[in-house]
Every structure is written in structure tokens, then in C-alpha cells.
């Protein structure tokens, strides 16, 4: 059996989207993906990437996928990768896919002069965190996960022509 990993390009959208529909399926979240695959091949591969996209592949065929972004840390004064998804189908579990994607993704972000490499698993996916914890990774305890989206992100947003010298 021969593990693989390999950048993702555009000619990948409907593979990435599949795998998307797929973990989102997996995370009992299926009824909350609403992308568009135009708009997700632009925002990954145009001329403004916000993302980037690895490919897990067991044998020559795709079974799994990372995406993951930049963020920074003004306490270290570094960037680190933070991982939005990462998923790897029912069948190609139990290989090291899973933990191929996150030994690429270190690599890079060592590679990067990354501080950290970070995500968040939802508190149910037991497997998920076992997994991770054999890994070295640590449960964040005291951080808890804040979101504004949708029309709160619209509202908050319409507020900051609002807000003057007065903030």
C-alpha cells in the first residue's frame, strides 16, 4: 500500500467538493454546506487563494483531503497553520492517511517557520480525539470557540461606518 500526498489544483474542485459533502455528512452537518463550486474553486485557486488544499491519495486514489490556512500568533510574532478539515473516507481509515495529512501539514509549517499548527474537532468525535492526542496534540480546555456569521455578521458589519471617532 503506497500513502501519498499531493497539492491540490483546480481540475480538483469536484473531488474537494465531494469530500467536503462528505465530512459534512460525517459531522452530521450536511444541511449546513452551501458553496458554490465556482466560488470555491475561485477562493482556493484564483488570484487570491484564502485557502490551500492537500490530497490524500492510498494506491493512486484519492480517499482523503486537508484545507487549511495561515493565521498568526502576536504572541509568538509567527504565522501557524490553522486546518479548517480534514477528512478521510470510512474505508481508507485505519491506514495512516489520517495521519500522513497532519505529518505533511507540520512539515510545512516547520518548513514555514510556523509557530503552531491548530483545529478544532467537535467535542462528541471521540475517535477524532484520541486520535489526535496520540499524535501530540493537546485539548484547548480554556479556549472556547466564538463565531458572527450570517446576518450577525451583516449587522455587526453595517455598524462600522457607524462607529466615528466616538469607538
Known amino acids: 500500500m503506497t500513502i501519498s500526498i499531493r497539492p491540490a489544483t483546480r481540475s480538483d474542485i469536484p473531488l474537494i467538493a465531494s469530500l467536503i459533502r462528505a465530512l459534512a455528512e460525517y459531522e452530521k452537518l450536511a444541511h449546513a454546506v452551501r458553496f458554490d463550486e465556482a466560488v470555491l474553486a475561485e477562493k482556493l485557486f484564483g488570484a487570491r ?3 490551500e488544499v ?5 494506491d ?9 490556512f495561515h493565521n ?3 504572541f509568538e510574532g509567527k504565522p501557524g ?10 474505508e481508507a481509515r485505519g491506514v495512516g492517511l489520517g495521519k500522513a495529512l497532519l505529518a505533511h501539514l507540520a512539515a510545512l509549517a516547520v518548513e514555514r517557520d510556523c509557530a503552531r499548527l491548530e483545529w478544532s ?10 486520535f ?3 499524535l501530540g496534540a493537546q485539548l484547548m480546555d ?6 458572527v456569521d450570517g446576518a450577525a455578521l451583516h449587522q455587526l458589519g453595517a455598524q462600522a461606518g457607524n462607529l466615528g471617532a466616538n469607538a
Open 72 to 74: 498568526f500568533s502576536t
Open 142 to 147: 480554556e479556549w472556547t470557540g466564538m463565531r
Open 60 to 68: 493512486g486514489a484519492a480517499q482523503g483531503f486537508a484545507l487549511f
Open 132 to 134: 489526535y492526542k496520540s
Open 54 to 58: 492537500v490530497i490524500g491519495e492510498v
Open 49 to 51: 487563494p484564502y485557502a
Open 81 to 90: 497553520i490553522y486546518l479548517e478539515d480534514l477528512f478521510v473516507q470510512p
Open 121 to 130: 474537532v467537535l467535542d462528541w468525535n471521540a475517535p477524532a480525539i484520541g
